[in-house]
């Protein structure tokens, strides 16, 4: 059985941060692409939605995965994280086996 990625309540809390100090509400895109030196690279920006994408939405902020990325997302969850080293999107990712430190890069 196949889940989907889910976005925690922290995630879409930044979503709604990022909007009212920009006075724009801009969907989040989270990709899937070759490379990284763990082999994937998570691609996180804001984009307009797609037809054929997965749109996850609360309170109408979007988080926006395309169906080829969708199998490599299988059960992650998109959060936020804020530490002392910054403030950033993040994956929780069960599907990677192995990830780089900084979290941006990983492997099945």
Known sequence: ???????????????????QDTGEVKALRVAVDGGGCSGFQYDIRFDDPAEDD????????????????????????????????????????????SSCGCGISFSM
């Open 1 to 19: 059985m196949t889940l989907p990625p889910r976005v925690s309540d922290r995630a879409f809390a930044r979503l709604a941060e990022i909007a």
């Open 54 to 97: 997965l749109v996850l939405e609360k309170s109408g902020h979007k988080v926006l995965i395309d169906p080829v990325s969708l199998p490599f997302l299988e059960n992650a969850v998109i959060d936020f994280s804020e530490e002392l080293i910054g403030a950033r999107f993040v994956i929780n990712n069960p599907n990677a086996s």
